[in-house]
Nanobody, 115 residues
Framework: QVQLVESGGGLVQPGGSLRLSCAVSGSIFSINAMSWYRQAPGKQRELVASITKDGYGRYADSVKGRFTISRDNAKATVYLQMSSLKPEDTAVYYC?????????WGQGTQVTVSS
């Protein structure tokens, strides 16, 4: 069974950095763009960043210049390097991708930015 497994969340002070990882496990025949979403308490889930198979990334305006998305196709893993973190970045972060023609989500990883 194919799954997306996230890691790397935690508690960080404002201005700090974290790197999230999302690995696709199982038998992979097809995988397309990979994305990170986040959902803060009481808010809708929003797209943070996405990256194509060729490595082209795009970002939400709120994270441009602070977050960097990358992927390792050989490892079927996508990363989100987050820098200059702000309290408003606090949320559960989810990985998403269409793998083997199925839209899959990870279980989510909590990121808390607080002093």
């Amino acid at each position: 069974q194919v799954q997306l497994v996230e890691s790397g969340g935690g508690l960080v002070q404002p201005g700090g950095s974290l790197r999230l990882s999302c690995a696709v496990s199982g038998s992979i025949f097809s995988i397309n763009a990979m994305s990170w979403y986040r959902q803060a308490p009481g808010k809708q889930r929003e797209l943070v960043a996405s990256i194509t198979k060729d490595g082209y990334g795009r970002y939400a305006d709120s994270v441009k210049g602070r977050f960097t998305i990358s992927r390792d196709n050989a490892k079927a893993t996508v990363y989100l390097q987050m820098s200059s973190l702000k309290p408003e970045d606090t949320a559960v972060y989810y990985c998403n991708s269409v793998v083997n023609w199925r839209d899959l989500w990870g279980q989510g990883t909590q990121v808390t930015v607080s002093s």
